[in-house]
């Protein structure tokens, strides 16, 4: 079987060739125009205040669950660090279920905030 061969490096000029199409096709309207870059942290800071404020009760569950569903599926052709983040976010969560089983087994009703950070998040997060 036939090693593939490395791709060529485009030159210099086939470079600013390559970017002037690719502006008149943008300016045509053939292709979209470059996306602004997200900025994450903001982005964080306000979806979690929105959350706080708007979510929180037991109904809100189907939502989630119809947005997790969006997020991942069982037959994902391929997975990316989004989906793994969603991914990890379901794990967490059915440990912590598994955490809390534990603790009524046990006939405790309270654990340490370190307790359960050992025995769920860590073990989840270092995947």
């Known amino acids: 079987m036939a090693t593939p061969r490395k791709k060529k490096k485009l030159t210099q ?8 199409i690719k502006k008149q096709l943008q300016e045509k309207g053939i292709i979209p125009p470059d ?3 997200l900025n994450r942290k903001q ?7 929105e959350f706080d ?5 037991i109904e809100d569950t189907l939502y989630l669950y119809k947005a997790i569903s ?10 990316t660090s989004e989906q793994v983040g ?8 059915m440990e912590t279920k598994k955490f809390m089983e ?9 654990y340490t905030i370190g307790e ?8 989840v997060t270092k995947l």
Request: aromatic share 6%.
């Open 116 to 123: 359960y950070v050992e025995k769920v998040v860590f073990p």
């Open 70 to 79: 969006c997020m991942v599926s069982p037959d994902m052709r391929k997975v």
């Open 13 to 20: 000029r086939e470079r600013t060739e390559n970017a002037a």
């Open 86 to 93: 969603v991914l990890k976010l379901l794990k967490i969560a």
């Open 102 to 110: 534990g603790l009524s087994q046990e006939g405790r009703s309270q």
């Open 35 to 37: 996306k602004t870059r």
């Open 53 to 57: 404020g708007e979510f929180g009760g």
């Open 43 to 49: 982005f964080a800071k306000e979806v979690l205040a």
